[in-house]
């Protein structure tokens, strides 16, 4: 697979493959954040098959990148233009995906969504009730223009992984998510 040069990108897909921690930090604006654990499911969910991809990948996960090619092609991917490390990513680039930690979460009392972003089906520990709008991950991309756009909106999954992914999703169309730490996990730690 070829690399490329951040000064290179101009219209590709840029999917960030890096886990949610790595790409909350620092990332490339309007990314989308599939980690490799999640790509497989939820990319024919995102990745318009007309475009060109891009990979982000850290230097650590050079290694997945046959994987990632394979399951890209398996998708229908086609045109997968290479990978970037974001190592060679001038930092003054990079922006932060805002996050909140549960216990701070559970005190707000103004106004904000709360998008759980878990399918109905695993949901076995159920959500915060206050604003709670239930949208599937896998549904979000078509489902997404039903927000509120004047409301902050906070993103639910079970541990993290998805509400970062979300939260990469509608930031790069034009929302400002803030991640809840440690997802449902983190919440019923504190509530128990």
Known sequence: ?????????????????RPQHDYQAGHISKSLNLNTGNFKKYAAYYINLSKPVIFIVGSEDKDKLEELSKVADELGISQLDGYLLIDEVPKENFQATETISA???????????????????????????KNLVNIPFEELVDNYQSLDTSKQIYTLCGSGNRSTAAASFLESKGFDPKVIEGGMKAIQEIRN
Not at 1 to 17: R, S
Request: proline share 7%; aromatic share 6%; hydrophobic share 35%.
């Open 1 to 17: 697979m070829k690399k490329i040069n951040y000064k290179e990108i101009n219209d590709q897909q840029l999917v960030d493959v």
């Open 103 to 129: 216990g701070d979460f559970l005190n707000k009392s103004n106004d904000f969504i709360l998008l759980d972003v878990r399918h109905p089906d695993e949901i076995t520990r159920p959500a915060p009730e």
